[in-house]
């Protein structure tokens, strides 16, 4: 990273706190001897205070000038200077305050937005166990070679890319692809270094050195792209590109036109740096305390002016814009088997799996609240996962295959799963194939809400960037309406498509694991998802989320907006008022000491306007009370709860469409029991309750007008269903004249209220996720 431009002093961080010490002591001393009507002392000590900060301020110049960079530093120093010639003390002791309070502050930004990559170097193996002839030899990494046979214990990262020498292995290459699911491999297939081994002891074969292998590679290229980027140019800065040069050549003018010295210094004064060097920070530093507050953490005010300005947003999939964790999304049960019993069978099987497909089975069996067993001879099979011994029963779970000829309902599942990109886990009792779960990684439920916010505050481009499959990805990018999507991408192939981006627009890059570290250093503004995700992206990013929100996302796009537009309304404001003050003393009509009583106001002014961004603002977000906010968690909850009874809707109509009508009459009673006992009163509870208390913070009772219309709908499809089982239980069986009106309310009623939970949990729910 290049050295501060504000000089050596700023790498001195003690020297610096000494010298703010010294700043703010002088002004409080001056301060408490002039309310003690000891003037001399008190002008003594500003001007002690305006001195010690003189000299810094005129090194902090030169290395500035020698950088090229012409800013604000220039009108530091000639303010300082003029205060001492006119004996404006208490001008030069303030602005002394504010010059050394910003470099201590700009300081410690630099410090903690070095792009730290010890994380990613910890993480490299340093040693690798090789196999010869007489053992197993520990050798340093390097010297390792190709064609080497290693072996990897459970847990431990692949030092170099290989490929599978043993039987099977299931790794996480969350660190490389960014992709959560667990991965089950063979004998000669492809490895990455940087990779975990998630199940026991594997041997592999080393295809490339360390040097050549993908882990080294992602981290020279986070190198690279933390040196190809460019340092922040701060609107102070920036404004003061013309705002310097027309102070002095103001100052010139009017000495040359009066021929008296005075009358430059009077323009000089009257130009304090005020609204450059403090009003605009101070709005800035104000929106960092509101970001902290909602757990955003930014490492510099430059970091949210530059999100205050992108116009382009890149995100990642897994764990940033999904949850991450795969979750259980039906469980399917084969003919005579109940969808409980399958799935306590294969959480039971799976309590000790530490594949992340069993963890989210085990989660699902506990939501469900379903006792499970103690396994015994617990194995983890090759290629197909855990089996293990439950309550005298053989337990078969995982991706193994299927029979040539799988029953229908198999078969259905398998293509539903094909479409809707999840996860198939098979369960097998006893070798009976009987049933399956199918997992997804869910999109957040904030996220389509952040999608729309960020469009109005002013992005214009989204961007879906993962190592993910294109199934899941273009999934999740239709869902969320990305402008583009790009699956299947390494590191370097991430780090591309950024540079590509940033050389058209300001360009944010959200993600959350290893593989995203590079192209956050790469991005104009790298966000990293730190509640959950790696050190390594934490620390190459400019702004960590350490919540596990993507709203917060939006907060910040939001807040940086807002901050800067104020900074600059602050800054220029400021500077015009001072345009007009300095035209005055150009022509003799303010003096230099009244000129810095008039600064002053100009600069309490600037300053009060400035601490506007402190002020929380909803963002166009519905303001909650504590009481509505209970009541839509309660009702979140009772979601929760009934996601059991919308599956067996479903399972009902398979049933019905696969002929079995005995069972689906079974099970049509009590899809029409829980229609009537559990949902519809939930239903009508929340038109009774729910929907009015949403009135007032949404606006009116338009806002919920049509998930009412959709609580009509609901209530005429299950009167439906209703009348069909009063009239098959009449005649004791569904007969033909039912069947496809049944099936079509069933599907239908299904189809509605999976579109009914997952608008209320996107529109209503998130507007009071959890404390």
Not at 335 to 354: I, Y
Request: charged share 20%.
């Amino acid at each position: 990273m290049p050295d501060s431009p504000s000089g050596k002093i700023t790498r001195y961080p003690l020297l610096l706190r000494a010298l703010t010490g010294v700043t703010v002591g002088a002004l409080t001393v001056g301060a408490v001897a002039w309310l003690l009507d000891a003037r001399d002392v008190a002008d003594a000590a500003w001007a002690v205070g305006t001195v010690s900060a003189t000299l810094p301020a005129i090194w902090w110049l030169i290395a500035a000038l020698r950088q090229r960079r012409f800013g604000v530093d220039v009108i530091a120093v000639l303010s300082l200077l003029g205060t001492l010639l006119v004996g404006e003390h208490l001008a030069g002791a303030l602005i002394a305050v504010m010059l050394t309070t910003g470099r201590t502050l700009e300081e410690a930004a630099e410090r903690r937005a070095t792009k730290d990559l010890r994380s990613l170097l910890q993480r490299v193996p340093k040693v690798a166990r090789r196999r010869t002839a007489d053992g197993v030899q520990t050798v340093a990494v390097e010297d390792v070679a190709v064609g080497d046979v290693l072996v990897v214990g459970p847990g431990e990262v692949l030092p170099v890319d290989a490929v599978i020498a043993s039987t099977w292995a299931v790794l996480d290459e969350s660190a490389v692809t960014g992709e959560s699911m667990h991965v089950e491999l063979q004998t000669g297939q492809p490895v990455r270094s940087g990779t975990i081994n998630a199940g026991g002891a594997i041997e592999i074969k080393a295809t490339a050195t360390a040097d050549d292998s993908t882990y080294a590679g992602i981290v020279r290229l986070a190198k690279e792209a933390s040196a190809g980027t460019a340092p922040v140019v701060r609107l102070a800065d920036r404004l003061a590109r013309w705002f310097v040069p027309l102070t002095l050549a103001m100052a010139g003018s009017a000495w040359l036109w009066s021929g008296s010295p005075a009358r430059a210094v009077a323009v000089l004064v009257v130009a304090t740096p005020c609204p450059l060097l403090l009003a605009a920070p101070v709005a800035i530093v104000s929106g960092l305390s509101q970001l902290a507050r909602m757990g955003v953490i930014i490492r510099s005010g430059g970091a949210l002016e530059d999100l205050g300005r992108a116009t382009t947003l890149i995100l990642d999939k897994t764990g940033t814009v999904t949850s991450g964790r795969p979750r259980s999304s039906d469980v399917v049960a084969a003919p005579g088997w109940s969808t409980d019993e399958v799935l306590r069978l294969a959480a039971s099987a799976d309590q000790f799996s530490p594949h992340v497909v069993a963890k989210a089975i085990v989660a699902a069996a506990n939501d469900h609240s379903l006792p499970l067993e103690f396994p015994t001879d617990v194995v983890e099979e090759a290629g197909t996962g855990t089996s293990a011994m439950v309550h005298g029963r053989r337990v078969t779970v995982g991706n193994h295959p299927l029979p040539v000829n799988p029953p229908a309902w198999a078969a259905t599942t398998l293509a539903r799963a094909t479409l809707d990109a999840e996860v198939v886990a098979w369960v097998d009792v006893d070798g009976e194939l009987a049933g399956a779960i199918l997992l997804h990684d869910p999109v957040r439920p904030e996220a389509p809400r952040t999608m729309r916010r960020l469009r109005a505050a002013g992005i214009t481009r989204i961007i879906l960037l993962t190592g993910d499959r294109p199934a899941p990805a273009e999934q999740v990018g239709t869902v969320l309406g990305m402008d583009d999507v790009q699956a299947a991408q390494t590191p370097a192939d991430k780090v591309e498509r950024v540079r590509a981006e940033r050389r058209t627009a300001g360009t944010v890059m959200v993600g959350d694991g290893v593989n995203d570290a590079p192209a956050l250093a790469a991005a104009t503004v790298g966000i990293a998802m730190g509640a959950h995700g790696a050190t390594a992206s934490s620390e190459a990013a400019d702004i960590v989320l350490t919540t596990d929100r993507l709203d917060r996302l939006a907060d910040a796009m939001l807040v940086a907006r807002r901050s800067r537009r104020i900074a600059l309304q602050s800054a220029i404001s400021g500077m015009v008022l001072s345009l007009a003050a300095m035209a005055l003393a150009a022509v003799g009509l303010i003096p230099a000491a009244t000129g810095a009583l008039l600064q002053e106001a100009i600069d309490l002014a600037v300053i009060v306007n400035a601490l506007r961004a402190l002020r929380p603002d909803s963002s166009g977000l519905p303001v909650l009370d504590d009481q509505t906010r209970t009541l839509i968690r309660e009702f979140a909850v009772q979601h929760d709860s009934m996601r059991d009874g919308l599956e067996h809707v479903r399972y009902t109509a398979q049933r019905l469409a696969g002929g079995d009508r005995e069972a689906a009459l079974s099970e049509l009673r009590k899809v029409d029991a829980f229609l009537h006992d559990t949902l519809l009163p939930h239903e009508h509870a929340e038109e009774r309750v729910l929907y009015p208390a949403l009135a007032r913070p949404l606006g009116s009772t338009e806002a919920t007008a049509t998930m009412s219309r959709t609580h009509v709908e609901i209530d005429r499809l299950a009167r439906r269903l209703h009348q069909h089982l009063d009239v098959a239980d009449a005649a004791g069986a569904i007969d033909d004249a039912q069947s496809e009106d049944l099936l079509a309310s069933l599907y239908g009623l299904h189809e509605v209220l999976s579109l009914h939970f997952l608008t209320e949990e996107e529109s209503y729910f998130t507007l009071a996720p959890d404390p």
